[in-house]
């Protein structure tokens, strides 16, 4: 188990890291996700003993990990590029770190053996790493990081530098590794799919501070703030005007019951709230409008071909009571990641088949469960 | 030619008058270079070895044997390997902290010392040896400090004329070499790597030993070759910080010129010292070929920090202090010694020295020694452009193998001494015209010197200049001309300033060939200087401190000057 309690970092005068307290069970794979410059990176150093934390403690299996040198932490951290020493062989290079704990030759033989088949990379023991791949190079260095056998293992954007055909087959690969490993993980990275789909728990930074943390179902349908939402891809965001009763948006007046729990705490008045992808579908031209839905109908600005679907930017002409909303300055706005474009709203539609030629008239039907309110940003 | 050759020989066609070309505009570019070393170097020092394998005209193997079995010549060759073992051994503990502290380091005024410990580097010998001189005679401020802690009972400290005095000069006069190649790589390399392996269980002894260290081989073992080389063939530190029993090789062969009027022996002894060089050279050749190492380097102002902790705290303090006491304590010396008379701190040294009457001691006034360095260093560093300019662009145009074996000879006047090229001009350069008695060897000479450093610094530029950067001017728009004028020029045009630069503050220092060729009446500041310390008196010392003080001024803004305009990795020396 890793615990951080209010830990401060900083480099010289500038404050990366403030005041942040984080938790990862043991065996879980705590994702770190946020933009570059917002403090991961450190974080990961702070924990490996290679910055002193200003302010905060760091607990591993209930052990402070203060006053202790990078070289007595037992953590295993996987640096972005690597960082492989170009002088050594890969045999060498994942023998390093057993070697330098004092194994006997015999068990640093083995562990790198065992480090290299866990990463598929058996038989190249005598190899230099200048004459690697990229692939070959992120394995490497993932070998040589667990080689130790470390209490907790770090991985700092280990898949930043690779194409994508071979980020996907890695991501496709690592799940096993971790699960082979035993150990917690902490991985850190800027790219959503990555974190949603390795971590047990999700924790999104932002300016050296946690924005919200939970598994990633739950981010997904319930970020809390613009930030996480857009963090996470969800640009569809729209300003709303939020009362006990109802929730006025520019597509219509939702009533506030209908909307998913864990809103019960914000405030009325001015916020933001973030249409779910799948929750905004094309309607046949005799179709009803379901029950629990909100129709609105459009004029079809683009039609994306996404492979297995396609994407329709659909500019919306029926004007709901809230369409104020849209000039009025609405409440947080400010990212520029939303739904309104110059006092249109344009929202996007899965569709399937032939429906929505561009110029088209269609009408769209949107989920209220999948409406879903978001919390003032409190630092725009 | 028969039908069926020609359709083959129309295919090949286009390619061979271009080839042609190539070599024709190849040859014309070494055209110059190639006389230049030819009659400078290459015929001079084949007339000395000449003169030292067949005094007489015929060879005669015997007088090689003679000088070498001399016990007399033994023991200077012996003093000057092991002195130069010492010194470089001794460089590199007092110089890798350095590098450290001032590569990895970041603390108030580093850059600003940067620029001070690489002053001694360009300062001419002469200046270095009366810098040591002052600081360690008995009248030194380490004298009389100890005088006033200890009152009239105390020792005085008199190191002039010791083995100490000289290992100290050329730790001093080498620490630069030292930090400015080692540090330049220690800079650019990945910080990650050592906190890698620091993660990975290494302490950070370990870790610097096991990571560091290795990746640093090429780098230490270039500047222990250069200190090598540089304390091998010391001349004006020896001749002036040393006494008998205590001369280098090339010291010997300036003696046996000027003094024993041996020319055998003065021939005998370059040829030793030539094959000395040249092994050195290869030795060093081989090393640094096999540490070569690919290594993904990264911009140095993200590789400095801040001392954090007792031992990064511990080392800053210490190199600090090493850098004040050994680096700028002889400058300041230097300086306090040219304001003292005997009547106490005045101007006089500074009045008498720019006064506008002939010196008994000089035979002229020594405002003309300062004018004729001037005017020689000039002279010389236009020399030294032209050529290295025109061997360092035959060098990039084709790789083949005529321009790499000028790119090598170009190299080899850097590891030869001085005093056997001055030796040299003095014997050969009666022929085809005699030009011994001109006041031209002096520039001639002092170009010799400075070429290696042009080309050295020349060729990673023009090599360095993506071929993509031209093309994407060429289709944007740009004639030729206008592309060599928009991308050539400002690119290498710094790199040609920063080779100016150097030549200069060579030249302006050069001692060991000019003081064989200039003549009596047109000496230039490191000989006036020379002549100054041989005459006893407190005014004749004065007067050279001054003259040492002015010339380290004059070289250090040359340096200071192509500080500012380095670019990147070039211009290391």
């Known amino acids: 188990m890793l615990e951080l309690r209010g830990i401060t970092l900083a480099y010289d005068e500038t404050v990366v890291v403030e005041s942040l307290d984080l938790s990862a069970d043991d065996g879980a794979v705590l994702c770190l996700l946020g933009p570059s410059g917002c403090g991961k990176s450190t974080l990961l150093r702070a924990i490996a003993g290679l910055e002193a934390p200003r302010a905060g403690t760091i607990h591993l299996d209930g052990h402070d990990l203060a006053g202790l040198r990078p070289d007595q932490r037992q953590v295993g951290l996987m640096f972005q590029e690597h960082a492989l020493f170009p002088h050594r062989t890969v045999a060498d290079n994942v023998g390093f770190g057993p070697r330098v704990r004092g194994l006997d030759p015999d068990t640093v033989q ?134 006990r009763h109802e929730i006025r948006t520019p597509l219509g007046v939702l009533p506030r019951d209908t909307v998913s729990e864990a809103e019960d705490a914000l405030v009325t008045g001015r916020t933001r709230a973030v249409l779910l992808p799948e929750s905004i579908r094309l309607l046949g031209a005799e179709e009803a409008v379901p029950p629990g839905h909100l129709a609105v109908t459009g004029t079809v600005l683009r039609r994306r071909f996404r492979g297995d679907h396609l994407q329709l930017t659909v500019r919306v002409t029926s004007q709901g009571e809230g369409a104020d909303l849209l000039t009025g300055g609405a409440g947080a706005a400010g990212d520029g990641t939303d739904a309104t474009s110059g006092g249109a709203l344009l929202l996007h539609a899965l569709a399937l088949g032939e429906a929505g030629e561009p110029g088209s008239e269609v009408r769209l039907a949107i989920d209220r469960s999948g409406v879903h309110l978001l919390a003032p940003d409190d630092r725009a | 030619m028969s039908l069926a050759a020609r359709p083959a020989g129309m295919r090949r066609g286009p390619r061979r008058p271009q080839r042609l070309r190539r070599l024709l505009a190849t040859v014309g570019l070494l055209a110059l270079p190639v006389v230049f070393l030819g009659w400078f170097f290459a015929w001079p020092v084949t007339a000395i070895v000449w003169q030292g394998l067949a005094p007489e005209g015929e060879l005669q193997l015997g007088v090689l044997g003679r000088v070498i079995t001399d016990p007399s010549v033994r023991s200077v060759a012996w003093f000057t390997l092991w002195q130069a073992v010492v010194s470089t051994v001794l460089t590199l503990l007092v110089a890798l902290p350095g590098a450290y502290t001032l590569s990895r380091q970041e603390f108030r005024g580093r850059r600003a010392l940067q620029a001070a410990v690489t002053v001694p580097f360009v300062l001419p010998t002469v200046v270095v040896g009366s810098a040591f001189l002052a600081l360690l ?208 701190y005045g101007l006089d040294n500074w009045r008498r020295l720019l006064a506008d009457d002939a010196d008994t001691v000089l035979a002229v006034p020594a405002a003309e020694a300062v004018r004729n360095s001037l005017l020689f260093g000039v002279s010389a560093t236009v020399v030294a452009l032209v050529v290295g300019a025109l061997a360092a662009s035959a060098a990039t145009m084709d790789r083949g193998r005529l321009t790499g074996l000028v790119d090598r000879a170009l190299m080899v006047p850097l590891g ?92 302006v220092g050069e001692f060991g060939a000019t003081v064989f060729v200039a003549r009596a009446n047109l000496p230039t500041m490191p000989v006036a200087i020379f002549r100054l310390l041989g005459r006893p008196g407190v005014a004749n010392f004065g007067q050279a401190m001054a003259m040492s003080t002015l010339l380290a001024s004059v070289t250090a803004a040359a340096l200071l000057a192509i500080d500012r305009l380095r670019v990147g990795q070039i211009g290391r020396f």
């Open chain 2, 416 to 507: 030869t001494s001085a005093v056997t090229v001055g030796f040299g001009f003095l014997i050969a350069l009666d022929r085809p015209v005699d030009l011994r008695g001109s006041p031209l060897l002096v520039p001639l000479a002092q170009a010799l010197i400075a070429t290696p450093f042009v080309v050295r610094t020349l060729l990673p530029v023009l090599r360095s200049i993506d071929r993509r950067l031209r093309e994407a001017a060429a289709v944007l728009g740009a004639s030729p001309l206008r592309v060599w004028r928009e991308v050539d020029l400002p690119i290498v045009g710094r790199a040609l300033l920063v080779a100016a630069g150097f030549s200069f503050a060579i030249a």
């Open chain 1, 110 to 243: 083995q562990r790198t053996d065992e480090a290299l088949r866990l990463v598929g990379l058996a038989g190249t023991e005598h190899r230099r790493v200048d004459q690697l791949s990229g692939g070959e190079r992120q394995r490497v260095a993932l070998a040589r990081a667990v080689a130790p056998r470390p209490q907790l293992l770090m991985l700092d954007e280990p898949l930043g530098s690779l194409d994508r055909a071979l980020q996907t087959r890695l991501l496709a690969e690592l799940p096993e590794v971790f699960a082979a490993l035993g150990t917690t993980v902490v991985y850190v990275t800027h790219d959503q799919n990555e974190a949603l789909e390795l971590a047990d728990q999700v924790a999104v930074m932002r300016d050296g501070r946690i924005e919200q943390q939970g598994p990633p179902d739950r981010l997904w349908r319930a970020p809390r703030t613009p930030f996480v939402a857009s963090f996470l891809g969800l640009d569809q965001q729209l300003p709303v005007e939020v009362d």
């Open chain 2, 137 to 344: 005679g008995p009248r030194s401020p380490v004298n009389a400090a100890l005088v006033t802690l200890l009152g009239d009972a105390a020792p005085t400290l008199d190191l002039r004329r010791t083995v100490t005095a000289i290992l100290l000069a050329h730790v001093f006069f080498n620490y630069a070499v030292v930090v400015r190649t080692v540090g330049g790589l220690w800079s650019l390399l990945d910080p990650r790597l050592e906190d890698a392996a620091r993660v990975l269980g290494a302490s950070r002894w370990r870790a610097f030993r096991e990571v560091t260290w290795p990746l640093l081989t090429p780098a230490i073992a270039a500047s222990a070759a250069i200190v090598f080389l540089f304390t091998f063939t010391s001349f004006g530190v020896v001749l002036i910080l040393g006494g008998p029993g205590r001369a280098t090789i090339e010291v010997e062969i300036h003696r046996a010129t000027t003094q024993l009027l041996d020319l055998p022996l003065a021939s005998t002894l370059a040829l030793l010292q030539l094959v000395a060089v040249l092994a050195a050279l290869a030795v060093y050749g081989r090393l640094t070929q096999r540490a070569q190492v690919q290594q993904r380097l990264v911009a140095s102002d993200t590789t400095r920090r801040r001392p954090r902790g007792r031992v990064e705290r511990g080392l800053l303090a210490g190199n600090l202090v090493v850098i004040l006491g050994l680096v700028l304590s002889p400058l300041a010396v230097l300086v306090e010694r040219s304001l003292v008379t005997a009547q106490g």
